[in-house]
């Protein structure tokens, strides 16, 4: 290759360095621009150019920079006499296009550096590098059921010569495309991104290989390069599913549900386990929604499955019809031309989905019974009338075709409150309704009903429930939570707390009022006297003692209860609560409990011979001495003397019937009180009864400003019991205390403050007795069995 000399004109600085003076000079500058054809074959070295200066004294040049004294290192050389510049080897014009050096003039005769500039080898490129592409091989994946036209894969592909240049410019092309088929045709753009035109078909070719050429457009040579591309078709859904047939029975029998009673079996030619082959089925005509159906993933079969229960009376076949589809939506591709320029002509085919009518038979089977409203609710009143009717459930056998005698039953009635007619169904209060009672809750009485098929084996039942709300009456009374409390023994007013409860609703309950009547009416009271829980107050007159007081306790309606409450005042230094046996830590030695004992068996003889009627004189306080034997009336008395700290054991009692007055529920005799404490009682007994209960006593009918009343011997009985029970109650609380024996005397002359009874002798007529009722000759006849004869005599004249 010949050397190309080119001249160039520097435009810059030129720096002349001397040792001299700086003088001025007239001076010419001609330099030649020197260029270097990449990869030049040679020989070498050759020469390149020459450098000349105009002096008139001797010069030595001097050339260093990129090729000389810099990579790349000794491809060029300067003589540094003539200025000679020479090539010694090739340069790449890929490596350095380029070759910036410096050159230096130098005086001989004093080394100081007389010309210093800048120089520029230019490397001239050829078309030495082909295009190379970024990868040799490309493999892709595309759908079979891709449309014509679309994007396929994009080839790039460089080239290192200059850019810009015909050695760089980039030229592709589809050289060849293996299997080559009739219905798709590759093409690929200027800018390297292949497409094609047509229909795949993966039956026909599921793979194409395709080789690409990339080749510049070199003026002396073109080069060229290759890259392979390969297409991998994924099988697309372009054939049907088509439903071949069915198996299994097809029978189910009712009120069964998760069995399969067909297979629906379908075949597809697409591959195997891709979204084309796998195939959906879909159900029409199951109005009630009684079927579900899926596929078997390794066979593509199609499982019906019952889901809900069937019903042979509601109906006896289903008609079903089934179809079929792939997961992936059907496409169809079809070449009808080829033009020359632009995409091809193809047409497309909607999809037909494969069905079949498939029967559903079931099968009978014995049903239960069933009841037309299995869950009621009604509404009764509380305390209705036995005998009455309450509700009426109604059972069908759903078995229309083979019907069954069916008969009713009570299933649960926890109070047993209710029958059932057990062939119409109708139910009836067997027992008085109470909405008090534990097993009612919030007011509503639950009972469940059963209904069986009596002619069948096994017998099949049904259940229907009943809710029953009872409305509440005003049924139950106030009743005191305690009827024995204690109160503390002062000089002021005291009080404790009462509480009451009514098992009744509202308004039928409280709050309460509450009442203190009777004798002790001024000396307790309450404070507030409305309320749950109020405070009974002691007045300051009111000595230590046991007290039995007459409460009245209202309800909102107005309904009361006359209640005895048992009230011992005691000092509270000595017990904090003297109605609470407390457990002693002291042991009474036995002379203590001798004397105990001995005390309480003469209380005990002082009541017998006080409660038995004997034909000796009776002595109450101011009586007189003698009474007439043959009469042994009992006179009431109403002397009492404050009496010692006690405690009474609270007396069971009954619950009074609704409505009527309560009266005393015993007579509870106050321990420690005077000689004669028990008459005063019996007294109290006997005006009690006389005002709430007249029907149990007899009272004579006279003229006189006195009358006598007497008291039956069950009732005498009674209150010895109860006296003695209050005795042995006594003897165990007195545990805790220090025995202490008392002294008996007559204390009548030494009680001044007390008034005595005016019972003038006078006035006292056994004949008196004569008229009176049965129940007081019963009396007399108990206490002298002498003068039964005479009491029967008398009774027949009362008749």
């Known amino acids: 290759m010949a050397t190309m000399f080119n001249y160039l004109v520097l435009v810059g600085i030129i720096c002349l360095c001397s040792t001299e003076p700086l003088r001025r000079h007239k001076r010419s500058w001609i330099i030649d621009s020197f260029d270097i054809v990449e990869e030049h074959p040679g020989p070498f070295p050759y020469e390149l150019g020459q450098i000349k200066l105009d002096r008139n004294y001797l010069v030595e040049f001097m050339l260093k920079g990129k090729g000389v004294d810099e990579d790349p290192k000794g491809v060029l050389s300067i003589d540094s006499k003539t200025g000679v510049i020479k090539v010694h080897r090739k340069v790449d014009f890929e490596q350095y296009s380029v070759l910036m050096l410096t050159f230096q003039a130098k005086n001989e005769s004093n080394s100081a550096i007389d010309t210093q500039l800048g120089m520029e080898v230019n490397i001239l490129d050829i078309n030495d590098n082909p295009p190379m592409f970024k990868r040799k091989v490309y493999n892709v994946n595309i759908s079979e059921a891709a449309k014509q036209g679309s994007f396929v894969v994009g080839v790039l592909a460089t080239d290192k010569d200059a850019p810009g240049s015909l050695n760089s410019t980039i030229d592709y092309k589809i050289i060849s495309v293996t299997p080559a088929t009739k219905n798709s045709e590759f093409y690929i753009q200027d800018s390297g991104a292949i497409s094609f035109k047509g229909c795949f078909d993966y039956e026909v070719a599921n793979k194409y290989t395709i080789t690409v050429e990339a080749k510049d457009r070199g003026e002396v040579v073109k080069l060229s390069s290759t890259a392979t591309i390969i297409i991998n078709l994924l099988d697309g859904n372009n054939h049907i599913p088509v439903i071949t047939g069915q198996t299994g029975s097809g029978n189910v029998m009712e009120g069964t549900n998760g069995t399969s009673p067909l297979k629906i079996h379908t075949t597809d030619t697409d591959t195997r386990l891709t979204g084309a082959w796998r195939v959906r089925y879909s159900i029409q005509g199951d109005k009630g929604g009684y079927f579900s159906i899926h596929t078997d993933p390794e066979t593509n079969d199609g499982i019906i499955t019952v889901i809900k229960s069937l019903d042979f009376e509601e109906q006896r076949e289903h008609k079903l019809t089934i179809s079929v589809e792939n997961e992936e939506p059907y496409f169809s591709c079809e070449v009808k031309a080829k033009p020359i320029d632009g995409l091809w002509t193809v047409i497309t085919n909607p999809s037909k989905p494969s069905s079949i009518n498939i029967t559903i038979t079931v099968e009978d089977k014995n ?159 309450f404070d507030p006297s409305y309320g749950i829980t109020v405070h009974l107050v002691k007045d300051k007159s009111v000595h230590a003692s046991l007290y039995i007081l007459i409460v009245k306790i209202s309800d909102k309606q107005g309904k009361f209860v006359l209640q005895n409450l048992s009230v011992a005042a005691c000092d509270c230094a000595v017990s904090p609560n003297c109605l609470l046996q407390r457990n002693t830590q002291k042991k009474v030695g036995s002379s203590a409990i001798g004397i105990t004992i001995f005390a309480a068996l003469m209380i005990l003889a002082c009541l017998l011979l006080s409660l038995t009627c004997s034909c000796g004189t009776v002595n109450f306080g101011n009586v007189p001495d003698k009474v007439d034997n043959g009469t042994n009336a009992l006179l009431p008395s109403n002397t009492e003397t404050p009496g010692s700290d006690c405690k009474v054991p609270p007396i069971p009692w009954k619950k009074p019937p609704v409505g009527n007055v309560i009266p005393p529920r015993s007579l509870q005799v106050q321990v420690g009180s005077s000689s004669n404490s028990i008459e005063k009682q019996i007294w109290k007994q006997i005006q009690w009864k006389k005002r709430y209960q007249g029907s149990t006593l007899i009272r004579r009918s006279s003229h006189r400003s006195q009358s006598a009343y007497f008291i039956s011997r069950s009732t005498l009985q009674s209150l010895l019991s109860q006296r003695l029970h209050s005795i042995q109650f006594l003897e165990n609380e007195l545990l805790d205390y220090e025995p202490h024996l008392y002294a008996f005397e007559d204390i009548s002359d030494k009680c001044e403050d007390l008034d005595p009874i005016a019972l003038p002798i006078n006035e006292f007529d056994p004949e008196l007795f004569s008229d009176l009722g049965p129940a007081f000759k019963h009396l007399a006849s108990i206490c002298n069995p002498g003068m039964r004869e005479k009491t029967e005599v008398m009774k027949n004249g009362t008749r």
């Open 367 to 525: 049903d239960p019974p069933y009841f037309l409203d299995p869950n009621r609710k009604i509404v009764m009143e509380e305390n209705g009338v036995i005998g009455a009717f309450a509700d009426k459930v109604t059972a069908v056998d759903p078995d229309t075709g083979r019907p069954h005698k069916l008969e009713y039953s009570i299933g649960q009635d926890p109070a047993g409150w209710f029958r059932v007619n057990k062939t119409s169904g109708e139910i009836f209060v067997k027992e008085t309704l109470d909405r008090e009672s534990s097993h009612v809750t919030n007011g509503t009485y639950t009972v469940t009903v059963l209904v069986t098929e009596m002619d069948d084996h096994p017998r099949m039942t049904g259940t229907a429930t009943i809710q029953i709300y009872i409305e509440d009456k005003n049924d139950n009374i106030p009743l005191l939570k305690e009827n024995v409390v204690s109160v503390c023994q002062s000089d002021e007013v005291s009080s404790t707390e009462i509480t009451a409860y009514d098992p009744d609703g509202d308004p039928y309950s409280g709050p309460f009022s509450f009442e203190v009547i009777g004798d002790h009416k001024g000396e307790w009271s």
